[in-house]
């Protein structure tokens, strides 16, 4: 049989599908894809299915060998997964009516003129997502078996006041679901860099790879008709998603790699977008792809669950706590260097940490806790045996409900713990020598709904610092914890209760001498740092303080690297009096050891006379340099010449660099472009040309690359015109 259509898969044969008595037969399936994709707001998706959204009603036109006596209805039968059952809801079977009736599958008949009728579809709010066949046959009293008219697939529906991911209000839905790129904030809290990423959730075979995802999951391999019918429901999906965006319980997508070593794979920094990612896992036959961090694995999970049809954003948090024992507390040991000694700190605080948040109901947990869910996809703790977290209602987290699904008490933490240094002694005693309850959590960021700007949602994960209400909600969560029983870890929460006690003894006691690291000069990718330590006495007595600096440099998760920076001094300070000590690290001490995340820890132990000891420190990351220029109007069609402008960072020539351009709708794939040699310090202007295949604003990534510094990184948003 053959149904005649470019718009879906069918079954090929010589023959047409015959549905009724009398010999009638479906001449062509017409699947009006030009009507129903804008209303579904799929007309992006690059697929050769329709593309619908579940809750919402879409046309087919169906021709027949000869007209349909007016008895005569057609069945229709859609199923999804294997073993497709109606028991499960992966199954209906449904006839034409002339209204729309019950509140499963329906399908109406619009209109009928002569062999032609067009009739409506419509699916539940509440219909797993997924690709979905559909078939027919005639009512008749004789038996005749279904004909299969094509597969369509079917997306959650944010414009759908039924559905469970109902956000209402345009402007976001276009932003969370409909932007195909956006901004990673990353950096430091005094220092944050914005980035850009390809989300690319309509490009080629995007969407067939976002539901192969599911597949590929351990559920769906254990059972896989239950596992289908669960995919009705966004906190299900999305907790999939969120492990399999990993690869550490199941062949997901992406292996994480935090040693600075990427041999054999690519470094997370040389990532500019989601796509390659996932379509090199998919044409690798679900090999994990090598490597990501935090960012990597927040913009593949927005790729999928926009792609999905779930609106989604990306979040970095500054000063990120990762408490491995569940005590709200992050202990950093440290020695008389103030140099972290790693092999006895287990928690830690990265510089920043970035996840994904996703809008829906929460039937589960009540609905005062619909809304933005938190949903993370790095691998950093166990949540039921895997590698997975979320969702987290931000509600939740925010009134200190931890004992809520899922893994409450991980999110919590990473906003909300306490940081304390500890100064371990030669006798293996230990001294608090620094803490810090506002220090961990600052700065959550988004990119805004319609602009590049970076919006602060701080105030959505916690009341404001030291106040009344955020202590309450502190001690709430506390109080929870120490009710969770956490599998295999009894010994340590017991620690936790003694914390919990003294929490507002952290604040910090009055100290006689403070310190403070200043940059005289804009700390520059490829130049020697200045910088200095400024001491000050506090007191009406002279006071001899030892100092002993240390430098490093680090990863974003404050990993130390290598030493870059280790001496003593010793400053005598007269009564209120204040000193500097003028520190220089050359390029030639840190960039060898320099990872590409570009940042250089600096610590100063202080040890002041009767025993009073004070630790300074500081993150510093390097800046760098690109322009990018868009000479003349950009139009779809249109070719469009692109100038950008690249300095060689370096006091030494430099060649084998190059310019990787992507960007969805700018150009397929990427563009290597080919640097010329660059003198010390010189500045070059490359020119190169696209062609914009899509209309609107369209983000153009550039990125300089060479095997001589770490990437750096640019982009520019176009606005594209539609073809004239």
Not at 292 to 297: D, P
Not at 413 to 422: L, P
Not at 650 to 666: A, F, N, R
């Amino acid at each position: 049989m053959q149904v005649v259509t470019s718009q879906a898969r069918v079954r090929q044969g010589p023959h047409l599908p015959v549905l009724s008595h009398a010999g009638v037969r479906i001449t062509h399936v017409d699947w009006q894809q030009t009507k129903n994709s804008p209303a579904h707001h799929t007309e992006e998706y690059v697929s050769v299915e329709l593309v619908v959204r579940r809750g919402q009603s879409f046309f087919l036109t169906l021709n027949f060998s000869r007209v349909l006596d007016s008895e005569e209805t057609i069945i229709f039968t859609v199923e999804t997964g294997p073993q497709a059952s109606e028991t499960l809801r992966t199954k209906a079977v449904f006839q034409t009516a002339e209204v729309e009736e019950g509140d499963g599958w329906t399908v109406t008949k619009e209109a009928q003129t002569g062999n032609s009728m067009t009739v409506r579809l419509s699916s539940p709010p509440g219909a797993a997502i997924g690709r979905y066949q559909l078939s027919a046959r005639a009512s008749s009293r004789r038996k005749h078996s279904n004909r299969k008219l094509g597969e369509f697939i079917l997306l959650f529906n944010p414009w759908c006041p039924e559905d469970d991911v109902f956000l209402d209000s345009e402007e976001e839905r276009q932003e969370y679901v409909l932007n195909d790129s956006g901004i990673i904030f990353r950096g430091v809290e005094k220092f944050i860099r914005a980035q850009g990423w390809n989300y690319g959730q309509f490009e080629e075979d995007i969407l067939n790879i976002c539901l192969s995802i599911l597949d590929q999951s351990p559920s769906h391999k254990d059972n896989p008709a239950t596992d289908v019918s669960h995919r009705h429901d966004p906190v299900y999906v999305t907790r999939i998603i969120s492990a399999m965006v990993n690869s550490n319980n199941d062949r997901g997508v992406v292996q994480g790699q935090w040693q600075g070593e990427y041999g054999r794979g690519t470094s997370p920094l040389h990532w500019r977008g989601s796509v390659a990612i996932l379509q090199k896992w998919f044409k690798g036959k679900y090999k994990p792809v090598k490597y990501g961090q935090c960012w990597v694995f927040a913009g593949v999970m927005c790729t999928v669950l926009r792609c999905l049809g779930i609106a989604t954003r990306v979040v970095s948090n500054f000063n990120s706590a990762h408490d491995t024992d569940r005590n709200l507390s992050v202990d950093k040991y440290v020695d008389s260097f103030g140099r972290t000694l790693e092999e006895l700190t287990e928690d830690s605080m990265w510089n920043f940490h970035v996840w994904n948040e996703s809008w829906f109901a929460r039937r589960d947990l009540g609905s005062s806790y619909d809304g933005w869910q938190v949903l993370d996809a790095t691998p950093q703790e166990e949540s039921e045996g895997v590698f997975q977290c979320g969702p987290a209602s931000v509600t939740a987290i925010r009134e200190g409900d931890v004992h809520l699904a899922h893994d409450g008490p991980f999110v919590f933490a990473e906003v909300n713990a306490d940081y304390i240094t500890w100064l371990w002694h030669e006798d293996e005693s230990r001294e608090r020598v620094y803490s810090d309850t506002k220090k961990i959590g600052r700065c959550i960021s988004t990119k805004a709904v319609g602009s590049d700007s970076r919006v602060d949602i701080t105030s959505l994960y916690k009341y404001p610092e030291g106040s009344r209400k955020e202590r309450q909600v502190y001690r709430k969560a506390m109080k929870k914890l120490l009710s969770v029983e956490p599998s295999g870890r009894k010994s340590r929460i017991r620690r936790a209760s003694r914390r919990a006690l003294w929490r507002d003894d952290l604040l910090e006691a009055p100290t006689s001498i403070t310190g403070k690291f200043k940059v005289l000069e804009p700390p520059i990718l490829g130049h020697d740092l200045k910088l200095a330590l400024s001491l000050a006495n506090l007191t009406s007595r002279a006071q001899q303080v030892q100092v002993n600096l240390s430098g490093a440099t680090i990863l974003y998760t404050r990993r130390p690297v290598a030493e870059i920076l280790r001496e003593s001094h010793t400053v005598k300070l007269g009564p209120r009096e204040e000193k500097t000590i003028p520190i220089t690290i050359s390029y030639s001490e840190y960039k060898e050891d320099l990872t590409e995340d570009k940042k250089i820890q600096l610590a100063a132990m202080c040890f002041v006379t009767k025993g009073e000891k004070l630790l300074v420190e500081k993150d510093i990351t390097l800046e760098d340099f690109i322009t990018i220029k868009v000479l003349g109007p950009a139009m779809v069609g249109e070719a469009v010449t692109v100038e950008v402008m690249v300095i060689n960072p370096l006091s030494e020539s430099v060649k084998d660099c190059v310019l990787m351009v992507e960007g969805s709708g700018l150009l397929k794939g990427q563009l290597s472009i080919d640097v010329p040699s660059l003198q010390p310090r010189e500045r070059a202007l490359v020119q190169f040309s696209i062609t914009p295949s899509r209309s609107g604003p369209r983000q153009l990534q550039v990125d300089l690359v060479s095997p001589h510094f770490p990437d750096v990184k640019g982009f520019v948003i176009m606005h594209v015109a539609p073809a004239k």
